[in-house]
């Protein structure tokens, strides 16, 4: 099972910042936290990921609480084609256990 | 920007008839993934793949499904005898390793997977 709780559904007016939240209790020290979309009829789409510090790319920023049991990826300003189901994701950190297991995500719409 | 591609994007195939999909992965990536989404279902994991031969696989993965990479940029995804059960998303997915071993923090990444419908 995911070891990660998100709210099921989001709306973020276009142009503004969309804050996906993300509960991640359970997580272990060498666990990252990754965050994956997936676009209608598309395959998932790598965004960002961290351990402690917050991180910040391209696409989107990843604030990481102090405690590490929880998580925030945000969107700055966000765009119709940002409209997708978003995953937060705990990677387990050993080498020969790579696989990713997804949960249901939040599913994010922006609204015109 | 590197891709994953995968090939046919739609495959349409009778029950009990075998059928393979196709990936190329991300050139230089040592890990290779399979994972599946039923439609309105969660995305979910089949097998990994590693130095030609399989890492992990999951309880789906039976053995009517086989992985293969036959040369140096195919990754394929085999099922024998298919049954209606397996129409699905198929996805296929890849991962960098550099040689010190951070393998745990390398994102894979993933093609726009293969339909497949059986009838």
């Known amino acids: 099972d995911a070891k990660t709780t998100q709210p099921t559904s989001m709306d973020c007016a276009e142009g503004r910042a969309a804050n996906l939240p993300c509960n991640h209790s359970?997580?272990?020290?060498?666990?990252?936290v990754y965050w994956y979309r997936q676009i209608h009829s598309q395959g998932p789409q790598y965004i960002i990921h961290g351990l402690k510090n917050n991180e910040t790319n391209e696409m989107a920023s990843l604030i990481i609480t102090e405690d590490r049991k929880s998580s925030t990826l945000i969107l700055p300003h966000a765009t119709l084609r940002d409209t997708a189901v978003y995953y937060c994701i705990v990677r387990v950190g050993m080498n020969r256990d790579d696989k990713i297991i997804f949960g249901k995500g939040t599913r994010l719409h922006i609204l015109p | 920007e590197p891709e994953v591609t995968q090939t046919p994007s739609h495959q349409v195939t009778q029950m009990g008839q075998e059928v393979i999909l196709r990936c190329v992965p991300i050139?230089?990536?040592?890990?290779f993934y399979w994972y599946r989404q039923i439609l309105g279902q969660k995305v979910e994991f089949l097998v990994s793949?590693?130095?030609?031969?399989?890492?992990?696989k999951s309880e789906i993965f039976d053995d009517q499904f086989s992985v293969e990479r036959p040369d140096g940029s195919n990754f394929t995804l085999k099922i024998r005898s298919t049954k209606l059960e397996d129409s699905a998303m198929y996805f296929c997915a890849s991962s960098d390793s550099p040689d010190r071993g951070m393998r745990s923090n390398q994102p894979q990444h993933f093609g726009d997977g293969t339909r497949l419908s059986i009838l």
């Open positions: 793949f590693y130095n030609n031969e399989i890492s992990e």
């Open positions: 359970t997580i272990s020290g060498n666990e990252y």
């Open positions: 050139s230089n990536h040592l890990y």
